[in-house]
């Protein structure tokens, strides 16, 4: 007779599942039958909800009495990070707004492009190099681009960055501030040109280097191809780079070294017909010592990288015109021609200097506007100060950014890091750069080392194997963190003994 009270206990169960599925049915019957009217006000009222949660979630509010100041810092370049590591976050709580959520290690950058080193190796988290950003319960990083500086009411008006995801519709939001650090970096300069936008590949990012790899890759691979014609091929396998600064020499010395060590062993079939051609309107490395500038020519000669002297004026899917009337046809065509203000920054509405960037004095400060300061390659000094414009380089953007760090650091200290209230701080000493010299790769295990303050000064310059190895070790030791540093011993190990890595990922 069990069996008999178990069936009494599981009767409800069953008679209760039935009335779920009935009242389902029922449900799904009446909803077929709903007036257009329901249907109407349903989707009204679900509007009028989404309207309330974006209007309740549309930014970030001006901090309270109680709450740390909030730093914005909008870009996450050298200037930009280097300022929030050295930020005392028991003063601040900080905000990076940026499209990226990484810093590059722009010197290594161009080892990426031909397998030397790993793209992960040069790319370094925020949150590493701020945790505070990913810990604090005020501190965040918002993927996103700045769209307009209120500077009036301390406010930023950001959107969000999709990538051109069609399933994902950007939106805009607002962050209040209290401190505002402009750091958003400046973007390659094509002069007007036409056809550079559409099909050059400049090297800035890691995305950059991506494309660079991935479409010298597959030229090397298409050359190969059966039923392809001669002057095709050797136009597929002419790599061309504009501009004779340290990026564009040492791209082109890492592309000399694949193609000497690399190419030859596993493309064998079209070794011969690969090129690089080098073009710069000026002197190639015109920082640089005139001694060193000779010998990085010679170098790059044996290498067989093509110099030539020559002025771009029009940029065409397959070919280029100089200003002599020369068509150099090309498969691969990096432009490397240095920077100048973003878009963003032409837009705001503040001073600038005689270069079109933000303008500001001695202390890093926007002199027009209050609690507003700029750093990196999109600041410049204003003509008032009496000083000269610095370069846009690394080094001057991470010192401006520790030089900054320490000005808020005593601000925050003295009571002065909240909104307006800086008035009477003191600010201490101004900020003033020292030039530690320049280095660049140029190929064949030689690099350059130029140690002098200035062109005109006195100091080491010297090049060779001993400047490549004071170049890597250098660059290995400014490396962020530990586990990248670690990433690219190994990956210079692996790529001596092994050789570099052809796959087309």
């Known amino acids: 007779m069990s069996w008999i009270k178990n069936l009494v206990k599981i009767s409800p169960t069953i008679s209760s599942v039935g009335n779920l599925f009935r009242n389902h049915e029922s449900c799904t019957l009446s909803s077929r039958f709903c007036t ?3 249907h109407q006000q ?3 009222e679900t509007v009028q909800a989404a309207e309330v949660v974006q209007h309740r979630y549309e930014g970030l509010a001006p901090t309270k009495e109680g709450e740390k100041p909030r730093l914005l810092v909008l870009g996450s370049g050298w200037a930009g990070c280097r300022l929030m590591k050295g930020i005392d976050t028991s003063i601040y709580d900080v905000v990076c707004v940026s499209p990226r959520n990484h810093m590059v290690f722009t010197p290594l950058l161009a080892s990426t492009c031909v397998g030397t080193l790993e793209f992960r190796s040069v790319a370094e988290p925020i949150s590493r190099i701020q945790p505070a ?3 604090e319960p005020g501190s965040y990083y918002f993927l996103a681009n700045c769209s307009r500086l209120d500077s009036q009411n301390h406010e930023v008006h950001c959107e969000t960055v999709t990538d051109g995801l069609s399933t994902l519709k950007s939106w805009k939001f607002k962050i209040a501030y209290d401190k505002l650090v402009l750091a958003c970096g400046a973007e ?3 002069f007007g040109i036409n056809g550079v936008l559409e099909n050059a590949i400049f090297l800035r990012e890691v995305h950059h280097a991506q494309e660079i ?13 059966p039923g392809l014609g001669g002057e095709e091929k050797k136009r597929l396998l002419h790599c061309v780079v504009v501009g004779g600064g340290p990026t564009g020499v040492e791209f082109s010395g890492e592309l000399s070294d694949f193609i000497m060590k690399d190419v030859r062993q596993r493309y064998a079939h079209v070794k011969d017909d690969i090129r690089v051609t080098l073009i710069e309107a000026r002197d190639i490395l015109s920082s640089f010592d005139d001694g060193l500038r000779q010998y990085a020519i010679k170098q790059l000669n044996k290498s067989g990288v093509k110099l030539v002297r020559g002025i771009v004026k029009e940029v065409k899917p397959q070919r280029l015109i100089l200003d002599d009337g020369t068509e150099v046809p090309y498969g691969l065509l990096v432009w490397s021609t240095g920077v100048g203000p973003s878009s963003f920054v032409r837009s705001l509405d503040l001073p600038k200097d005689p270069g079109g960037r933000i303008g500001i004095d001695e202390w890093m400060r926007v002199p027009s506007v209050q609690d507003v300061f700029a750093i990196g390659d999109c600041s410049g000094y204003l003509e008032s100060t009496g000083k000269s414009t610095l ?3 690394a080094q001057v953007a991470e010192r401006e950014g520790k030089y900054l760090a320490n000005l808020l650091n ?5 009571g002065g890091g909240r909104a307006l209230s800086a008035k009477e701080t003191e600010l201490g000493e101004p900020f003033v750069y020292k030039h530690l010299g320049s280095m660049a790769t140029i190929g064949r295990y030689k690099a350059l080392v130029d140690l002098r303050e200035s062109k005109q000064g006195k100091g080491i310059s010297m090049g060779g194997f001993l400047s490549f190895f004071i170049w890597r070790s250098a660059y290995l030791t400014r490396v962020v963190s530990w586990r990248n540093r670690f990433y690219v011993f190994i990956n210079w190990i692996t790529t001596f003994v092994f050789g570099r890595d052809t796959s087309r990922l």
């Open 36 to 38: 257009a009217l329901q």
């Open 42 to 44: 349903r989707q009204s």
């Open 133 to 135: 950003i990913s810990r």
């Open 188 to 190: 390659a300069s094509t």
């Open 213 to 225: 790899r991935r479409k010298l890759l597959l030229n090397l691979m298409l050359s190969e191809v």
């Open 391 to 393: 370069p846009a380089l």
């Open 410 to 414: 005593v601000m925050g200290k003295a």
